[in-house]
Every structure is written in C-alpha cells, then in structure tokens.
C-alpha cells in the first residue's frame, strides 16, 4: 500500500479519537468558565458519569439557551469551538475516505467517455465509407447512361441512388440524435428502455422490493452477487426494502467489500436517470430460482435473524415516552419488534458498542441517541424506528 492510502485509513480514526467528550458536569463547568451563568437543565435523564460529545450535551441543554440567542449563536460557530479547544465531528463522519471513492468514480466516468468517443470515431468513419460508396456508385452509374440510349439507365438510377442519400442522411441523424441523448445521460448509445419502462421510471432511492429480487436485478444486469460471498445469499423473506437497506444487509455477507461496495455504485450509475425493474426470468415463475440453477449453494441454509425480514411485517409501533428500560432491554426489545440495529453498521460489527452493563433505566429515545453514535447508516434506522 502506498504511503497516502497508509494516512487515509489512519486519519479517520485518528480524529474520531480526538473528538472532545465530557461528562454533563464537566460539559457545564467549561460554559461558566466561558462566561455562562444561566441554569442548564437537560431535557431528558441522563447519567452524570458518562461522557457525551459535544452534540448530545447541546441537544439536551438546547432549551435553556432558548432566551441566550448570544449564547446559541457562540455554541454552533465551529471556528468559536475551535477557540475553546473543542473537537467536534460531524455525525456522518465516515471511516471510508470519500477521495478514494470519488476518485473511482472520476476514473469510472472517463473510461466511459474513452469508449464513447470510439464509438464515434467508429460511426464517423462508417459514415464516410458509406457516404464514398453512394458517390462511387453515382459516378459508375453517370458513365453507363452515356452508353445507353436515350439515357433511359441514367435516369432510372438518378432517383434510385437520391433514395438512397435521404435514408443514409435519415440513418445517420438519427443515430447522431442517440447518441447525442446517451452522451448527456450518462449512457452507454445503445441502452434504451421500452415504452413502459420510460413512464414508469422512478429515483432507485424510491424503489422498494424483496431481498431476493434485488439480487436478481443484479443478475439481470450481469451482475453475479454470489461471486462476493461462499455463503447463501438468498432468503426466505419477501418484505420489500430500499436499495440502501439492500446494500447493507448484503455488505455483512460478503468477503470482499470494497469491490463490493463498487459493483453496488456501479449499479446505481447505472439507473441515475431512473429505475424499472427488469422481467424476472421465466424460469423463476416455475419455482427453479436462475441463481440455484447456476451456482451451487450450500445446503445449510441460515436465514437472516438479524433482519428484520424474520420478524412480523407489522408497522412499527414506537414505545410510550413513559416507558423506560435499562439499555440491553431496550436492545432486546427493538430486536423483538424486527429491528436490528447491527444492520445499519456497514463496517465490521462490534457487539461491545451495542451492549450496557449499566443497571440504569432510560428512555427509548435516550437509548436511540447512543446506538446512533455508533451506526453507519443514521438516517436508516431514524426511518425504521418511525410510527409508519
């Protein structure tokens, strides 16, 4: 690995070490010191030895500073906080180094260009032989009139060869049109959608299907997911979910995530100007699945129990603000509603994160907070623990 790649899987850690935690205490004493005599009551219980960062100690105190808009307007500055020696990281900060993946994908956009721009050279020069052999065949047929009587060749083959110009120059307006669409899509000139496929096109954001017909779009697409893993992919659920929760529950079954992850963003470069689902193939309506006809799965077969696919299709049901339990409970009791929270960490799973010894019991929201310190994907499990 070269020097740079060293830094940049280091520099993630390496600030999320840095990142200033305080107990409630702590986080008060350094705002009288600053300057700040108001009262902070925090908004819900909290437990006085654990340290918070930054955010959750301005979430729980946000309502005393309600009338202090002085106060507000120091306490979300950045470059104030940096002043105080304060470290703070964004929410979404990511372990995976977004240069790296923009990087591919500015690479990936060029090979794309590269090849698009030989297949234009490629019908220019098409165009030109075409264009020669039409003129060719003119010249040929100007010479055998003269020998004909009357020039009755001549003209028969005048409107026969201007024929043929109107279709060439038809052709190749309309095969410049394509390309010209293509180009400005993204696509490669040849990709077309059918009639239906064009007014059904939606954002791959707002698609929802089945584990398993997710990974038939892929096959559809020459895609063989199965490759990633020595595992069973299939399921025996057919709760529908997002693109995004797909690629993450696949992301725990494979091997190799990195080439993963680019075979997932290939997918979706592919469908950036919308997304209809594929036919499923024939031989999937029989009950024979293509995926167990072609590769070979093992006869073992373990289901998701992680999922939420395993549990009721019910809607969740959050809990009543009254209700309060101690932290491991709590994560029980999310698992027993169908929601796993280890499935919205796409790195490694790390059982100790999400696990408490303390006896202490809180809220369900105070104990969705600190599972979300440690999630990759916030914003899903924000929309999977919403009244739907």
Not at 188 to 209: C, F, G, M, R, V
């Amino acid at each position: 690995m070269k020097a740079v790649g060293i830094l940049e899987d280091q520099l993630p850690e390496h600030w999320q070490n840095l990142e200033t935690k305080k107990s409630w205490d702590q986080w008060k004493k350094w705002l009288q010191d600053a300057g700040l005599s108001i009262p902070l009551v925090p908004k819900t219980k909290i437990v006085p030895s654990e340290k918070i960062n930054y955010q959750l100690f301005l979430s729980l105190c946000e309502d005393s500073l309600d009338n202090h808009p002085e106060w507000l307007k120091k306490l979300t500055t950045p470059r104030w906080l940096h002043e105080q020696n304060i470290i703070v990281l964004p929410t979404n900060f990511s372990s995976e180094s977004s240069q790296n993946s923009l990087r591919e994908q500015v690479f990936q956009l060029s090979s794309d260009l590269k090849k698009l721009q030989q297949q234009v050279i490629h019908l220019e020069s098409r165009t030109n032989a075409n264009a020669q052999a039409i003129l060719s065949a003119q010249t040929t047929a100007g010479k055998a009139s003269s020998l004909t009587p009357a020039g009755n060749l001549k003209k028969a083959a005048i409107p026969k060869h201007q024929h043929l110009e109107k279709e060439l120059a038809a052709h190749q307006l309309s095969t410049t049109n394509q390309l010209v669409a293509s180009l400005s899509k993204n696509e490669p000139p040849h990709a077309k959608q059918t009639s239906l496929e064009e007014s059904s096109l939606k954002k791959l954001s707002d698609i929802y299907l089945s584990f398993n017909d997710w990974c038939e779009q892929f096959a559809q697409n020459g895609m063989n997911l199965q490759e990633f893993t020595t595992s069973a992919i299939q399921t025996n659920s057919k709760r529908r979910i997002s693109f995004q929760q797909f690629g993450h529950r696949m992301e725990r079954k494979v091997d190799n995530k990195k080439l993963f992850r680019a075979t997932l963003q290939k997918f979706a470069d592919m469908y950036a100007n919308g997304f209809y689902p594929k036919a499923v193939s024939k031989q999937k309506s029989s009950g024979e699945s293509p995926k167990e006809k072609e590769i070979p799965t093992p006869q073992h077969h373990l289901p998701e129990v992680s999922s939420r696919d395993t549990f009721s299709s019910e809607p969740f049901q959050p809990p009543s603000q009254e209700m309060y339990k101690k932290f491991n409970d709590w994560l029980g009791w999310l698992r027993e509603q169908g929601i796993d929270p280890h499935q919205f960490i796409s790195e490694s799973s790390t059982p100790k994160v999400l696990a408490e010894q303390s006896n202490r019991k809180i809220s369900f929201i105070q104990f969705c907070r600190r599972v979300e310190r440690f999630l990759d994907d916030v914003e899903g499990f924000r929309n999977a623990i919403q009244a739907e």
